[in-house]
Every structure is written in C-alpha cells, then in structure tokens.
C-alpha cells in the first residue's frame, strides 16, 4: 500500500505570497490532519478533515485554510506568507480519524519564507 | 501553553543497553497517549501507543508507561540500536483525532 505523498517536497516563497501544499492519504483512509512543525514548538496540529468537512481546527490565524476533495485528497492553503510561516508541513491520514486510530504521517512540505 | 512536555531535548545511549524517554502532561482529559520516531527529512512514524486505562504496553524492545497520578509518561527501549538514533516525540489526544505533541528529544545511540 502507497504511504501517504506530499507535493511539492520544497518550496520557497516571498512574503506577501499565497501557497498551495497537497496530500493524498493513503488508500482507503478518509482523516486527514494537518501540522506545522517548527523548531521551536514542535509538532502543531492545524486542522482536520473527514469526508470533505473541517471537524476540528487547532490556533492558527485564517490565514491558513485547507479543503478535502471526493477522493479524500487535501490541500493547504497560506495566504499572505508571513517569515514565521517558514516550516515543515505535514500531513497525516487515518481510516476514521477516532484518538485510537493510528495517523501515518507523510514526509511533509518544507516551506521556505524569504 | 505546552499540555505535552519533553524536559530533555537530546539523550546519548550505548547500544545494547536501556534508553528512557519521557513526557509529561497537564491536561487530564487526555486519554490517548502515543510515541512516534522521525528521521530527517521524513515524516514521523508511529511506534506505540497506549489507552489510560492501562499502565503499561509492550511491542518488542518498546514498552510506554503511564503513570497518570504523576501525570507522566514513558518510553523504554531495550535493547537500544544504532538504528534507533532519531528524535521521538510523545503526544496525546481526548477522543479525536486532534495530537498535541511534545517538543521531541533527540536520542542518539553510540556503537
């Protein structure tokens, strides 16, 4: 089974820019969260979505939205990047998305700010 | 506000014998604990989790500990690996899919 693929692997943007980061689960599974990682706070949890709806939402501005489509793949969206924004973005996929489900992480999006 | 806390960000081990890993917590609500190992340049993987209404779960060298008095959690490898040099990080949830993790420590092996 395909783990889970996240595109682009690198990015760099100016502040001031939108960006776009996509996830497609692993097959079958209809949970996909998303973090921000960053060295000095360590994983944060941004949101999660489950058949096309947002279900919970971690603290972040509105700057940062995301949608789920029919196959379950989703998209991230930063707009008007700001120099903190600069992370490591991951996203995870689980069948149901229940606290005993086990999320399979993908190897993430590196987003670079300048 | 850290509710999932990792005091040590790095630990050294000789291989073969026991690393320890821990976390604390201070919300109560969670009922959820899980370890997960990440390497660079990839994502995190899972390695165990345990319910709290157990203290204890093993999976071949990993075994977590809950200690929900104390509010505390721990890993045990044994026996440690070289291959096992990677950051772990604890994290905790309530009921949903939301983790809160730590902030990771670094556990280095040392052949």
């Known amino acids: 089974k395909a783990g889970v693929t996240q595109t682009p692997r690198y990015l760099i943007k100016t502040r001031g820019q939108q960006v776009t980061l996509s996830c497609s689960p692993i097959?079958?599974?209809?949970?996909v969260s998303w973090y921000q990682q960053t060295p000095g706070q360590g994983l944060q949890f941004l949101f999660e979505y489950f058949s096309e709806t947002q279900r919970n939402k971690g603290n972040f501005p509105g700057r940062f939205s995301g949608r789920q489509f029919s196959n379950s793949r989703s998209e991230m969206n930063v707009s008007t990047l700001e120099l903190g924004d600069s992370a490591l973005y991951l996203c995870?996929?689980?069948?149901?998305?229940?606290?005993?489900?086990?999320?399979?992480f993908g190897p993430g999006t590196r987003l670079t700010v300048l | 506000d850290q509710q999932v806390k990792q005091n040590s960000p790095s630990l050294s081990v000789q291989e073969g014998r026991i690393s320890i890993l821990n976390c604390d917590y201070t919300n109560s609500m969670f009922d959820y604990f899980l370890w997960y190992k990440k390497y660079p340049a990839e994502g995190p993987t899972f390695l165990i989790s345990i319910s709290s209404i157990k203290d204890k779960n093993e999976d071949g060298r990993f075994t977590v500990f809950l200690n929900k008095s104390a509010k505390h959690l721990s890993l045990h490898i044994v026996p440690s690996q070289p291959g096992d040099s990677a950051v772990y990080f604890c994290a905790a949830n309530f009921g949903n899919e939301k983790l809160t993790f730590g902030t990771g420590t670094r556990l280095t092996i040392i052949p």
């Open positions: 995870a996929s689980s069948l149901t998305g229940f606290s005993t489900d086990t999320q399979y």
């Open positions: 097959s079958g599974h209809r949970s």
